[in-house]
């Protein structure tokens, strides 16, 4: 089975960063990462396909950079100048091309506060 699993959250000021990272068990085209705070719902964040091409939200363009090592199928996040809006559990995703279905990792929380 597909799995993918997170590491890297945290706690942190603002201002701050982090570097999330995700292990699948397998290439996956394409992978992303996605968050969810408390009370709202799911949001893409990043994404990044097996060539590299990325897309993400604006509201973290210029602060977060997503990429990817093909040989170890992990992908990562690093989150820079952090706010206190970007607190979220920070959810892996992977989805193969031409594929129907979403495998999702269990997540990793960050939060951003004095």
């Known amino acids: 089975q597909v799995q993918l699993v997170e590491s890297g959250g945290g706690w942190v000021q603002p201002g701050g960063s982090l570097r999330l990272s995700c292990v699948a068990s397998t290439t996956i085209y394409y992978m992303g990462w996605y968050r969810q705070a408390p009370g709202k719902q799911r949001e893409l964040v990043a994404s990044?396909?097996?060539?590299?091409?990325?897309d993400y939200a604006d509201s973290v363009k210029g602060r977060f950079t997503i990429s990817r090592d093909n040989a170890k199928n992990t992908i990562y996040l690093q989150l820079n100048n952090l706010e206190p809006a970007d607190t979220a559990v920070y959810y892996c995703h992977g989805r193969f091309i031409n594929g129907d279905d979403d495998y999702w990792g269990k997540g990793t929380p960050v939060t951003v506060s004095s």
């Open positions: 990044v396909t097996w060539g590299d091409t990325t």
